[in-house]
C-alpha cells in the first residue's frame, strides 16, 4: 500500500491569545518541519475569544511545512461565541476574518466534508466535521459525519478529524463507513494530569475519554491534549503536545 510510512501531525487547541510574543509557537512550527510530515492537521481551537487573536501569528503559521497541506476543522472556541459582541453583524464578521485568515494560510478547511489524498494508486478519505456538543450551549453543535461521508464508499479507510472526542464517542465509532481514525482536541486534559501518563488528568473526572489513544474494534481514536491553554494560562504535568501518526500496513 502506498501509504506504508506515511507520516501526519495533529495540533490542536492553539489558543492564539495564549501567544502573545508567538516564540514557542514558532519553536513549535519548527520541530513539525523537521518531521518531514506528509500532512498536518490541525482539530480546531485556533483562538479563544476573537479572530484578530491569529493577526500577529500569521507569517509564522505560514510556514507549516507538509507534501499533501495543512486541513483543520473548527473547534467551539472559533465561532467567536464566547466573547460578548455588541451586535449580531460584529460576530458574523468576525467568523468571516477567521475563515479569510485560513485563505490567507492556504489552509483546507473541512466542514462537515471530505477530501481524498491520493498517493500513487492508492487513496485515503479525510473527513472534517463542524463541532459536536451533546447539550445546548451558546456555540454550534452542527457535526454531521454522515454528511461529510456522503459521496466516500464504505470500504474506503476514512481518517476523521472532529474537535470534541464525545463525538467519536456517541456517533463516529458506529457508523458503517469504515473510519479508521479519527483525531480530537477540546479536552485539554483540563491542563492538569501527572507527569508522563496523558491519561491521569482532570478532565478524567468528567468523561471517560480525556487524552491519548482509545480503541473500539478496528476503529482508533487520538485525543491531543493541545497546544496552547484556556480559563487558566498554565499547565501542570501536562506539557504542550504534538502528535505524529505514521501509518502501517499491518
Not at 56 to 62: A, N, Q, T
Not at 84 to 113: A, G, I, P, R
Not at 123 to 132: D, F, M, N
Amino acid at each position: 500500500m502506498a501509504f506504508d510510512g506515511y507520516k501526519i501531525v495533529q495540533l490542536s487547541d492553539i489558543h492564539a491569545d495564549y501567544f502573545p510574543k508567538g516564540k514557542l509557537l514558532e519553536e513549535a512550527v519548527d520541530i513539525i518541519n523537521k518531521v518531514n510530515a506528509d500532512l498536518i492537521l490541525i482539530t480546531g481551537d485556533f483562538v479563544s475569544y476573537k479572530s484578530a487573536e491569529l493577526n500577529h501569528l500569521m507569517e509564522i503559521l505560514k510556514r507549516f511545512q507538509s507534501t499533501d497541506g495543512v486541513y483543520v476543522v473548527l473547534g467551539n472556541h472559533d465561532y467567536g461565541t464566547y466573547y460578548h459582541w455588541k451586535n449580531e453583524e460584529l460576530k458574523e464578521n468576525n467568523f468571516k476574518e477567521l475563515l479569510s485568515c485560513f485563505n490567507n494560510l492556504d489552509w483546507n478547511l473541512l466542514q462537515n466534508e471530505t477530501v481524498f489524498i491520493v498517493k500513487d494508486n492508492d487513496s485515503i478519505a479525510l473527513a472534517g466535521t463542524e463541532h459536536y456538543s451533546r447539550k445546548e450551549s451558546h456555540y454550534p453543535s452542527a457535526a454531521n459525519i454522515n454528511l461529510a461521508l456522503k459521496d466516500v464508499p464504505k470500504t474506503m479507510p476514512v481518517i476523521c478529524m472532529t474537535h470534541n472526542p464525545e463525538y467519536w464517542a456517541d456517533t463516529i465509532r458506529y457508523i458503517d463507513n469504515y473510519v479508521f481514525l479519527t483525531l480530537s482536541g477540546h479536552t485539554h486534559g483540563m491542563q492538569i494530569g501527572i507527569h508522563g501518563n496523558a491519561k491521569i488528568n482532570m478532565y478524567r473526572l468528567k468523561n471517560k475519554f480525556t487524552a491519548g489513544l482509545y480503541k473500539n474494534g478496528n476503529r482508533y481514536l487520538y485525543i491531543n491534549t493541545g497546544f496552547g491553554t484556556v480559563g487558566f494560562p498554565f499547565r501542570i504535568g501536562l506539557k504542550p503536545e504534538i502528535t505524529v501518526v505514521e501509518l502501517r500496513v499491518m
